[in-house]
């Protein structure tokens, strides 16, 4: 028997959002030719139902922000765009952790008026700084969420304890951290948030093209009538529906090619075939 997947989830309970989304990393500013067709395929999501972005401060040190504002403002309603912050440039051009209050707010408050809104819907800790208290970082983040400029808080590669940690301070609706068909390594933070309903971004969640180099992989592939990336997709989707990949890409045909993963059906024996993989192999 064939299993079914939901195609939305409501981030922290109310926040409903399509379950694939698009990591906007590699969409750039410049040159000219390619802010052109970054800012094209950003508005073809849209056409095509995507309703989560991810971007951060990182990209770019927010030139990612002002091009998905400068493609998408003004947002549709239900579209959103979530971004993230906690790492800094040094003089020397290298990021670093960075959680210092005064930098989050800063990062914040930049973040605000380069997606020219008032408030950040879900606003994720794009690393937890080990050298700045976890309560100090988290408080920030609270207090910018009573002020009224983040609505919702999320976290990015964490582990379940770090994840318990930061409950006890905030009230925590996703973990993006790195998972795909072939690189399980945080699955108890996945199950941790499954247990929560808390929404998991997997990142990096096609295996950089390898998963059509297995041959499990492959063969479902070829059962479907798809690509391997696609069922590497449909994989994520089917494991949680606490699941929203966020694969990034330039090409529009990509694009589409992923999304159409969103109504593809594996059957049981299939899904229990892609279980049994790897990483190694």
């Known amino acids: 028997m064939a299993s079914t997947t939901t195609t939305t989830f409501r981030i922290g309970g109310d926040l409903e959002v399509?379950?694939?989304?698009?990591?906007?990393?590699?969409?750039?500013?410049?040159?000219?030719?390619?802010?052109?067709?970054?800012?094209?395929?950003?508005?073809r999501a849209v056409e095509l139902g995507v309703t989560l972005f991810?971007?951060?401060?990182?990209?770019?040190?927010?030139?990612?922000?002002?091009?998905l504002a400068e493609a998408l403002h003004?947002?549709?309603?239900?579209?959103?765009?979530?971004?993230?912050?906690?790492?800094?440039?040094?003089?020397?051009?290298?990021?670093?952790?960075?959680?210092?209050?005064?930098?989050?707010?800063?990062?914040?408050?930049?973040?605000?008026?380069?997606?020219?809104?008032?408030?950040?819907?879900?606003?994720?800790?794009?690393?937890?700084?080990?050298?700045?208290p976890l309560a100090d970082q988290l408080g920030t983040l609270r207090d910018l969420q009573t002020e009224g400029k983040v609505g919702r808080i999320g976290l990015s590669e964490v582990t379940v304890a770090e994840l318990d940690q930061a409950r006890e301070i905030v009230d925590v609706v996703s973990v993006q951290n790195r998972y795909n068909l072939l690189d399980r390594?945080?699955?108890?933070?996945?199950?941790?948030?499954?247990?929560?309903?808390?929404?998991?971004?997997?990142?990096r969640p096609v295996a950089h093209g390898t998963s059509g180099e297995r041959a499990e992989v492959a063969a479902v592939a070829a059962e479907l009538g798809v690509t391997a990336t696609q069922v590497a997709l449909a994989w994520l989707l089917h494991r949680s529906p606490v699941v929203l990949?966020?694969?990034?890409?330039?090409?529009?045909?990509?694009?589409?090619?992923?999304?159409?993963?969103t109504g593809?059906?594996?059957?049981?024996?299939?899904?229990?075939?892609?279980?049994?993989?790897?990483?190694?192999?």
């Open 18 to 43: 399509g379950r694939l989304g698009l990591g906007a990393m590699h969409l750039s500013a410049e040159p000219a030719d390619v802010r052109s067709a970054s800012l094209a395929l950003a508005r």
């Open 54 to 67: 991810d971007t951060a401060h990182l990209y770019g040190w927010g030139a990612n922000e002002e091009l």
């Open 74 to 132: 003004p947002y549709p309603k239900d579209l959103l765009v979530t971004t993230k912050i906690g790492i800094s440039r040094q003089p020397s051009g290298e990021a670093r952790l960075d959680g210092r209050p005064d930098v989050l707010r800063h990062q914040v408050d930049e973040a605000l008026r380069r997606l020219r809104v008032e408030r950040i819907e879900l606003l994720q800790l794009h690393r937890i700084d080990p050298e700045t």
């Open 185 to 203: 390594e945080h699955d108890p933070v996945l199950d941790a948030c499954t247990a929560a309903n808390i929404a998991f971004l997997p990142w």
């Open 245 to 261: 990949p966020i694969p990034s890409t330039t090409s529009t045909a990509h694009l589409e090619e992923n999304l159409a993963a």
């Open 264 to 281: 593809l059906r594996l059957t049981q024996s299939q899904r229990d075939r892609l279980d049994q993989l790897t990483g190694k192999a």
